[in-house]
T-cell receptor, first 112, second 112 residues
C-alpha cells in the first residue's frame, strides 16, 4: 500500500510565524503535490514537483514556497503565516506519467 | 465558468436506491478523468478512473460524454457506507504540461 504521511494532523500558529509542513511518501513516486482545501472551494493546487529539486507553481502559490531535496520528501513553507492561510493542507504523490494521486491524511492549520 | 463543476448536493437517498452524479468540465482538451471519494475529515481516495467507453466496478459505473463534456457516476444498491463526498477530477491540458483539477464535490448521504 502507498503511504503518504504528513508531519502534523493539527497545527496552531500565530500571524507572522514561519510554518513548515512536511510530507513523506514511501513509494518512490516522482510526482508530489501540495493542495489546500476550503469549504466551497474544493482542492486547490499550491505547488507540485515532478522530480528532486524541481517545482512548478499551481493555481495559488502566493504566500507559499516549497522544497524537494529528496525524492520522498516535499515540504511546504509559509514564510509569514496569515489568517487567510487557515485551511486544510493535503499532500499527494503519484507516479511519473500517471495521474492517480495518493493523499496524506492532511494537516489542519489554524493561524491566529 | 469553472473548469470543473459539480452539484454540491447533498443527495439524500434511502439504502438500496440508485443515485447518479454528473460533473461538467469546460476544457475540451481534457484527457483523463477520475472519481475520488472523500469521507468526512479524511483525505480523498481514488474510487475509479473513467474510460471513454465507460467502465464498471461492482455497484459503481462511470461514464464519459465528450460531446457534452461531462462525466457521470452511477451508484446502484446504495449502502450506508457509500455516504461521502464524491470528487470529480479532470486532467486539464495547459500548453507544455498538464495538471489535475478537482471539482468541489457532491455530498451523498445514504439514509437507513
Amino acid at each position: 500500500d502507498v503511504k503518504v504521511t504528513q508531519s502534523s494532523r493539527y497545527l496552531v500558529k500565530r500571524t507572522g510565524e514561519k510554518v513548515f509542513l512536511e510530507c513523506v511518501q514511501d513509494m518512490d513516486h516522482e510526482n508530489m503535490f501540495w493542495y489546500r482545501q476550503d469549504p466551497g472551494l474544493g482542492l486547490r493546487l499550491i505547488y507540485f514537483s515532478y522530480d528532486v529539486k524541481m517545482k512548478e507553481k499551481g493555481d495559488i502559490p502566493e504566500g507559499y514556497s516549497v522544497s524537494r531535496e529528496k525524492k520522498e520528501r516535499f515540504s511546504l513553507i509559509l514564510e509569514s503565516a496569515s489568517t487567510n492561510q487557515t485551511s486544510m493542507y493535503l499532500c499527494a504523490s503519484g507516479r511519473g506519467g500517471e495521474w492517480t494521486q495518493y493523499f496524506g491524511p492532511g494537516t489542519r492549520l489554524l493561524v491566529l | 465558468r469553472k473548469e470543473v463543476e459539480q452539484d454540491p448536493g447533498p443527495f439524500n437517498v434511502p439504502e438500496g436506491a440508485t443515485v447518479a452524479f454528473n460533473c461538467t468540465y469546460s476544457n475540451s482538451a481534457s484527457q483523463s478523468f477520475f472519481w475520488y471519494r472523500q469521507d468526512c475529515r479524511k483525505e480523498p481516495k481514488l474510487l475509479m478512473s473513467v474510460y471513454s467507453s465507460g467502465n464498471e466496478d461492482g455497484r459503481f459505473t462511470a461514464q464519459l460524454n465528450r460531446a457534452s463534456q461531462y462525466i457521470s457516476l452511477l451508484i446502484r444498491d446504495s449502502k450506508l457506507s457509500d455516504s461521502a463526498t464524491y470528487l470529480c477530477v479532470v486532467n486539464v491540458g495547459r500548453g507544455g504540461y498538464q495538471k489535475v483539477t478537482f471539482g468541489t464535490g457532491t455530498k451523498l448521504q445514504v439514509i437507513p
